[in-house]
């Protein structure tokens, strides 16, 4: 039985008003160096743990889509452990970019503090919008697996990936600073390479999706509502990732799946030929239509590819990306999938996971002017049905657990 999914009526602007301003007292925090630092700095705010957790705990127990220092999000690791601790959430996902080199570093962390931490990846694809979760559920076993040979020709297939990502968000940034200007923006407000060494710390890789926080950052609300961009994301849809096809620099200049996925494939087949156990979920499968530019029958038919052809095993539902309509298609297409794995008409070992509790979060931002996601809510803003977020799960959070437990389970035993 599907639960019921968290209040999207939100419980009033001046409760949500209260949420939005714990929450920016705990990025504030952050400065701290150390957990106790970290809570100390928040009791002289008048803001314990306890209290956290009563004005801005989130209405899920856990996110297991999460970004970090090591890709284009702003909070380290171990930091995420203590935002996950202090809202009050079970577990925690760290998925960067074609990254694993934070995992470790989250794990250890969220240990102490009680937190479940499931370390994982989300892969690129040399098709816009199409991205791949990959999480190991068997953290120890992920951790030896990265000192095998497999593990170091996996890890140096990511440092790849990474220098690829960074040169291409060094070349965009002057594309997009001629978009800025072509808006009215002035020649002095352009985004600079000191801020993108700030943001990231003077360590690359640099990532193209920081170019979309900074450039939105240069649009005044009038220029906002005549362009029809109020976030990140939709800055990244509409003018990072064009500019970075012109530049040749981005993921859909191969409109191909097959080719889009060949190399990623080849990866998750090399794990698979191990008895680590991964499973392998769809990113957000909206953006295969906003950037991919897909219609919804080729959606259906990436989910089929990817199921015959690298071991899909779930596709993420709910997540921030999602409405309510986004919810049923994504099932249908699922249960679609699933009945005919059901029916031997595909090989996979048991029907497609339904993977909610996907915040996607990179910055602690909430509000409409940031357009931010915010961990274990999704989009939180004063809008109605984002005051208290916009994540549905779709399953119990233990229940999601185990069942990924389960598959990778399966897949280490077909080895």
């Known amino acids: 039985m599907m639960p019921t999914a968290p209040d999207q009526t939100g419980d009033g602007l001046a409760a949500y008003r209260l949420r939005e301003r714990a929450l920016y007292d705990l990025r504030d925090a952050l400065a701290a160096d150390s957990w106790d630092a970290f809570c100390e700095t928040l009791a002289r705010r008048d803001l314990p743990e306890a209290r956290v957790r009563q004005v801005a705990g989130p209405p899920v127990p856990m996110d297991l889509h999460t970004h970090s220092t090591y890709s284009d999000g702003q909070v380290p ?31 250890s962390e969220a240990m102490l503090l009680g937190v479940a931490a499931l370390p994982g990846v989300e892969l690129s694809t040399d098709r816009a919008g199409l991205e791949i979760l990959v999480y190991f559920p068997d953290a120890g076993a992920f951790f030896d697996f990265l000192t095998t040979p497999p593990g170091r020709r996996f890890s140096k297939y990511l440092a790849r990936k990474q220098t690829d990502v960074h040169q291409a968000t060094l070349k965009v940034v002057d594309s997009v600073n001629r978009w800025l200007k072509k808006q009215g923006v ?7 390479l000191e801020e993108l060494d700030a943001w990231f710390g003077g360590q690359p890789p640099y990532y193209p999706g920081t170019v979309a926080v900074l450039g939105l950052a240069r649009l005044d609300a009038a220029r906002r509502k005549r362009l029809g961009i109020h976030d990140p ?8 990732t064009p500019a970075l096809k012109r530049l040749g620099a981005a993921a859909g200049a191969r409109a191909d799946v097959r080719e889009a996925t060949q190399e990623v494939r080849r990866q998750l087949a090399a794990i698979h030929r191990t008895d680590l156990g991964a499973v392998v979920i769809l990113s957000h499968p909206k953006e295969l239509v906003t950037k991919g530019r897909m219609t919804l029958g080729q959606v259906a038919q990436t989910i089929r590819y990817l199921t015959e052809k690298a071991s899909l095993d779930g596709v993420e539902v709910g997540c921030s990306r999602d409405d309510a309509s986004d919810v049923r298609i994504w099932r249908e297409m699922i249960d679609e999938v699933s009945a005919d794995i059901a029916a031997g008409r595909l090989d996979a070992p048991g029907p497609l996971l339904v993977a909610s509790y996907s915040s996607d979060f990179h910055v602690l931002a909430p509000g409409r002017a940031t357009g931010e996601i915010t961990l274990g809510f999704g989009l939180l803003d004063e809008r ?12 119990g959070a233990d229940e999601l657990l185990e069942a990924m437990r389960q598959r990778a389970a399966v897949r280490a035993r077909q080895t």
Do not use: M
């Open 384 to 395: 109605p049905g984002h005051q208290c977020g916009n994540l549905r799960p779709q399953t």
């Open 233 to 240: 994301r939709t800055f990244n849809t509409k003018v990072v």
């Open 77 to 107: 690791p171990r930091k995420l452990a203590w935002l996950a601790r202090i809202l009050g959430l079970k577990a925690i996902g760290l998925t960067d970019h074609d990254s694993v080199s934070g995992t470790r570093e989250l794990y």
């Open 186 to 192: 002035p020649a002095g407000e352009a985004i600079t």
